[in-house]
């Protein structure tokens, strides 16, 4: 529901995994820039419960809903949603407010893009990370450079356990496929560590 940034990305997205996917938007140029990427592209008001119903959405085990700039029409498409059966709903949301009222009126799944990709730009910005993942109860993934104290040693010998509190769950070489990492496993020099731990601990880490 709302195919401009985010809901075409995702809709995109979703057809190259191989799933059937669903596009609906109000706007005819979005619909048409659609129409050869996806199945079915139709321009309709997602908020009108009857036509969702008419277009078989109830069908479908999921529904994500994009539009973000127009907060009543997200939050009654949400509701139009529920009310045809969709199972799980996820909602895009433009402020904690925002978010809130989806939540409140069906969605079961309430994100925040913009909000999410700044922080994470921001970690990249302030540390020596190539990326980073957080995830809601305080853990985190990254990518990030080697040590050069650590550069031929192994896991077990680099203590970059005990020292940060981090756990270096793989290691990506140059030219050469990701690899499990163990504590036998020795650090090339140059090569990518892929850590997880605590937030703090994985921030602590990048910088």
């Known amino acids: ?5 985010f809901g075409g990305q995702v809709a995109g997205s979703l057809r190259r995994l191989g799933h059937e996917v669903l596009g609906i938007d109000d706007h005819p140029k979005r619909v048409q820039h659609w129409a050869d990427r996806l199945p079915r592209a ?103 450079c080697a040590p050069p104290q650590a550069a031929g040693q192994t896991l077990a010998r680099s203590r970059l356990r005990q020292q940060y509190g981090i756990t270096v769950v793989g290691i990506k070489e140059r030219d050469a496929d990701f690899r499990y990492a163990g504590p036998e496993t020795v650090i090339p020099p140059d090569a990518l560590l892929i850590v997880a731990g605590a937030t703090a601990q994985v921030e602590k880490f990048g910088r």
């Open 42 to 144: 139709v321009e309709a008001d997602a908020t009108d419960e009857a036509v969702l119903r008419q277009l078989g959405v109830g069908g479908y085990r999921r529904a994500v809903v994009g539009i973000g700039s127009d907060i009543e029409a997200s939050i009654l498409t949400v509701v139009a949603l529920t009310e045809v059966g969709v199972a799980e709903i996820w909602a895009k949301a433009i402020t904690a407010k925002h978010g809130r009222i989806l939540a409140s009126v069906g969605a079961d799944h309430v994100i925040f893009p913009e909000a999410a990709m700044g922080d994470r730009v921001a970690h990249l910005l302030a540390s020596k990370m190539i990326d980073f993942i957080e995830f809601d109860d305080g853990f985190a993934i990254a990518k990030v």
């Open 1 to 5: 529901m709302g195919l401009g940034r």
